[in-house]
């Protein structure tokens, strides 16, 4: 979705490249994995640290710190796989902003997951992004908050491809979020099955299924539907 990059505040900045190797320290990565870090990214920075000594915003257990860290991409973009290895090592959310391209190519994006803290690994919703925007866009200011919980929710809130709910949390629009990606996916499915389908008694179940699951979609991104009254779709 379209939004925009922000300016962020000076005395936040940290300005530390971080080898990619750090991150292999913190997980068990796969071949497959590190394969992509060599390939996809050319530096990782940890730009900026929004904390109480930076910004005079106070965090509590659910957001101590908001980080900021720039990927340069080696070519155009970084798959989310590398971006959960970020971050599932750092124990604060994280904002990307992932950068491609050079001189008048240039181009940025803001993504981020939304990333509840607990005592194990982090849990992480799917990524959410800006579209790519030119490096030198005008960038806008922090939006105002009483905290960083409060300024994370107002970070990630415009990036979520349809509006929050009324009195809905960030944890709540996430996981509506999640719910309507893999309803996504299932609907997919089952277009291609019905396109190949022969007999005509299952091309009737695959409709009835479709028709489950298009409502159960169209209820959890209506913005105005009460969350008790999410459709739910049968196998």
């Given amino acids: 979705m379209t939004a ?17 190797t750090k991150f292999y320290e913190h997980a068990t990565i796969s071949t497959a994995l590190r394969e992509k870090f060599v390939s996809e990214v050319q530096r990782i920075t940890w730009a900026y640290k929004l904390a109480e000594e930076t910004i005079r915003l106070r965090g509590d257990a659910s957001v101590p710190e908001i980080q900021v860290f720039a990927l340069d991409a080696k070519d155009d973009n970084v798959s989310d796989d590398v971006l959960i290895a970020i971050d599932k090592a750092v124990q604060t959310p994280i904002i990307f902003e992932v950068n491609r391209g050079t001189g008048d190519q240039a181009r940025t994006r803001m993504i981020a997951s939304h990333k509840t803290l607990s005592t194990g690994a982090p849990r992480l919703s799917t990524y959410f992004a800006t579209d790519w925007l030119l490096n030198d866009s005008p960038r806008a200011p922090l939006p105002p908050a009483l905290d960083l919980p409060g300024l994370y929710m107002q970070l990630l809130t415009p990036l979520l491809p349809i509006a929050t709910r009324p009195g809905e949390t960030m944890s709540e629009a996430t996981k509506r979020m999640d719910q309507a990606h893999k309803l996504k996916r299932e609907i997919a499915s089952l277009e291609k099955r019905l396109r190949n389908e022969p007999q005509l008694n299952r091309q009737i179940e695959l409709h009835r299924q479709l028709g489950d699951r298009t409502t159960a979609l169209t209820a959890l991104t209506d913005p105005a539907t009460p969350k008790t009254e999410d459709a739910p779709w049968k196998s």
């Avoid at 925009?4 to 990619?20: D, E, H, M, N």
């Fill in 4 to 20: 925009s990059l922000y300016r962020w505040p000076t005395a936040a900045a940290f300005g530390r490249v971080v080898p990619k």
